[in-house]
């Protein structure tokens, strides 16, 4: 009897479906543990709209992914097999559902979910490197996600009796700094295209 050779494993669907589980699972449970807060239509508004964001891009990130060769692809797929960020997302799930089934979020909460949205929104972006270069229009999408979640840990703060001001002083500090990041990261890639067009000449 020949021998079945087992499928291989979508590691690229994987990362898209933990990524979108980690926030849906974040802002519904957020969402519910507020209950009726006078903010409560406004932060389930937010919500709604954080949620619809990612999923659009990682939708036309998955639609990039299949309109790419099969070279690109084979690139694409080898860094998702090494990458640390499913893993990471889903970790964090499940460690967001213990804490909204404790209803115990502590001070970090909220940097907390914005360092695991920035390493999803990392690695969205250099998918979209190697799928040739991130479009303009992808940067005001990253930036609408973070204002969406600034606005959501402001509510959330006053909801839960925190320092609304410091949140959302904090998670802008975390924004600027994962800009700054990137632009780091784009300046690299830069120098080293440049680098091997001078070998190739």
Do not use: C
Request: no cysteine.
């Amino acid at each position: 009897m020949a021998e079945t050779k087992p499928a291989d494993t979508d590691h690229f669907g994987e990362f898209l479906k933990a990524a979108e589980d980690f926030l849906v699972t974040t802002v519904d449970g957020l969402v519910d543990a507020a209950g009726q807060d006078d903010d409560a239509p406004q932060l389930a508004s937010h919500s709604n709209a954080i949620k619809d964001q990612l999923r659009k891009v990682l939708t036309l990130t998955k639609e990039k992914y299949a309109a790419v060769n099969s070279e690109t692809r084979r690139v694409v797929d080898d860094l998702m097999k090494v990458q640390a960020v499913t893993g990471m997302a889903k970790g964090a799930k499940a460690a967001m559902r213990q804490s909204l089934s404790a209803a115990r979020f502590g001070d970090g909460i909220f940097s907390w979910i914005e360092s695991n949205l920035e390493e999803i929104k990392k690695l969205v972006e250099e998918l979209w490197s190697i799928f040739g270069g991130a479009p303009p229009w992808l940067t005001k999408l990253f930036q609408i996600i973070d204002q969406l979640w600034k606005m959501i840990g402001g509510l959330l703060g006053g909801i839960f009796g925190r320092n609304r001001s410091r949140i959302m002083s904090e998670l802008s500090q975390m924004e600027v700094e994962f800009w700054n990041e990137l632009a780091a990261h784009a300046r690299h890639r830069a120098v080293v295209r440049a680098a091997a067009t001078e070998v190739e000449d």
